[in-house]
Structure formats: C-alpha cells, structure tokens
C-alpha cells in the first residue's frame, strides 16, 4: 500500500525526531552520572583511543557499554511488545504474556541456586529458560489452534507453573535469593562490550526478522479470517511472529534482567505518532523504546546520587501510572 506524500513527509519527520531524540539520550548518557563528563571528554574518549584519564576511563568501560545496552534493551524489547500486541489484538500484551519473563526467571533462579559462585551462566541461562517457556507456550497453542484467546490462556498457565517454581527454587535455596533478586529487578550494571556480543548478534537477527515480516503482520491484524482470505496460514504466521518477538526479549533479558513496561509502554506511545501500519510502527518503536530506556536509566543514576536506583525499578514508577491510565481508558472507552 503507498502512503501519500503528507504521510511520508509525517513519518519522516517523526524519524528524524526520534534519531535527533536518540543522539541527544545517549550523549546524556554518556556524561552524566555521579562524576560528570563534558561532552568534549566524551567524544576524545569514544573516537581517540585515549583512556589515560580517570574520565576517559569511566566513559569507555563503564558507561559506553550500559548506552550500547540501554539502547539495544530497548529497541528489543519495545518491537517485541508492538509485535506481541498486534499479533493478539490485545493493547495489555507485552513478550511476558508469552512467557518470556516467567521462563528466564526460572533458568535464572535455578543457576543461581545450583551455581551460586557462577553468576557468568546467569544470561545464558536466561535466554535458554526464555526461548523454553515461549515455545513452550506456542507448542500448546499451536497444537490447540494457535487462536488469539488460546496463546494468552497458554501463556498465562505456563506462566503461573513457572511462578510456582521460581518460588520453590527460592524456597529450598534461601542462598539464590539475593543473586535473582537483582535479576528480577532489572538492571543495566556491570555491562561490557563482550557481555554484549551475542545478546546483539541475536537481537540483530531478531530485528531483521520483524522488519522482514511487516507486511504479513499487517495482514494479521486484520483478522484471522481476513489472513486466510488472503492466503495467510494465520496460525503458523501468528506463531512465528510470537517467536521472533520472544527471540528478542529472550535476548534482552539475558543481559539486563526483568525489565518491564518496556514493550507495553512504548508501542502505544509509538502508535498514536506513527499510525498502525507495522513499517512505520516497528522502527518507531525501536527508536522510542531505546531513548526511553536511556532517559530512564541516566535518570536512575542522578535521582539519588552518588546511590544507583536500578533501572527496573524506576521503568515499574513510570509504567504502572501508565497501565492504570491505559485500563481506565479502555473502561471508558466500552462504556460510552
């Protein structure tokens, strides 16, 4: 479908909004925090090769790794949610309605509790418990019809097991608790460009995915009988499309934890800016969701300096006024 030339000139300019947006987050990111870099400092570092000063030092191995995070968490996570959200025509959907969250949980409290002086297996096993739980998930729809109303079922059930587990896990070894606490939690510390290198290899792959199918996401969301009138196999597209977007919250949570409101937020902050056509919406959300992540995460580090607020914590301040506004808006919105 061609768009008109006010639409594409609309959607230019929100890009290059949101890049200028992006560029501005980042180089805050990159310089603020309990020892102020200037800017100036900042670009020597990142383009010199110099890390002689303390400053230098900090911009290059402390803070140029957890901007490359923020920004890669994200933009994962925010297509994951617009995806997730179209595919099950449900606004309150994000990649843990999958099970995503509940399955990297559980991989995480198991190496903690098996593995206490490992915490280096933790992201691993994050990923492998968020890619189990998510096809495990679509397995049971698949099987059952892969409708709408059968995923989320799954998916809640699936869930909720996974819960129970967790919590026996934490009860029979007290030990894992304090080590999954600060994954549950969420956070953005301690990151390096190696710990980063395969969580964006396969965020990378991910994203090429989502871009590649947004055609047939738009010809999802129109419907199941619309997609098969057209030709579509709806339920194996639907369960692709959920695959990829588990892929890539898989990805995100093996670095930075349980991060949440992410993918519920920012697609519905995307979507009244950029319209519902996935290949506007899927870059939008890539770029909203990682300037949001960076604002949230520089914010967390300046709140309470020189103390560090872990980024989940200040992402659930934001996203659960957000949530509340969202279901009284829907209320309102059945009952005029």
């Keep these: ?45 990142l383009f010199s090769g110099d890390d002689a000063s303390a400053a230098a030092r900090i911009v290059v191995y402390a803070r140029a790794p957890r901007t490359a995070g923020c920004i890669l968490a994200g933009a994962s996570l925010a297509v994951a949610g617009a995806i997730t959200q179209s595919v099950l025509a449900n606004p309150l959907a994000s990649p843990g309605t999958v099970g995503v969250n509940a399955g990297a949980g559980l991989a995480a409290a198991i190496c903690c509790a098996i593995a206490p002086d490992s915490l280096a297996l933790v992201p691993a096993a994050a990923f492998a418990g968020a890619m189990a739980a998510a096809l495990l998930v679509l397995f049971i729809a698949e099987r059952t019809g892969a ?107 093996s670095f930075a934890g349980l991060l949440g409101f992410v993918g519920l937020v920012t697609p519905h ?30 914010a967390s580090r300046l709140v309470f300096a020189p103390y560090e607020l872990p980024v989940g914590i200040t992402l659930s301040l934001i996203g659960g006024p957000f949530f509340i506004w969202l279901l009284l808006r829907q209320r309102r919105g059945r009952t005029a």
């Design 147 to 253: 409708s709408r109303i059968t995923l989320v079922l799954a998916g809640v059930a699936v869930s909720n097991i996974l819960a129970a587990l967790v919590d026996a896990v934490v009860t029979f070894a007290p030990d894992a608790l304090n080590a999954y606490a600060d994954f549950r939690i969420g956070s953005l510390e301690s990151l390096s460009m190696e710990r980063l290198a395969w969580p964006a290899a396969a965020a990378a792959v991910g994203l090429a995915a989502a871009f590649s199918l947004t055609n047939e996401l738009d010809v999802l969301s129109l419907g199941g009988e619309t997609a098969r009138g057209l030709g579509m196999d709806a339920g194996r597209m639907r369960v692709l499309l959920l695959a990829v977007a588990a892929a890539l919250a898989g990805a995100t949570v």
């Design 269 to 298: 902050i995307m979507r009244r800016f950029s319209g519902g056509e996935a290949r506007a919406l899927l870059p939008a959300c890539a770029l909203g969701g990682a300037v949001l992540l960076l604002v949230c995460d520089t």
């Design 1 to 45: 479908m061609k768009s008109s030339p006010k639409y594409s000139t609309h959607r230019a300019r929100l890009f290059a909004l949101l890049a200028a947006m992006l560029a501005a987050a980042a180089a805050l990111s990159l310089a603020l925090g309990p020892v102020g870099v200037p800017l100036g400092e900042v670009l020597r570092a």
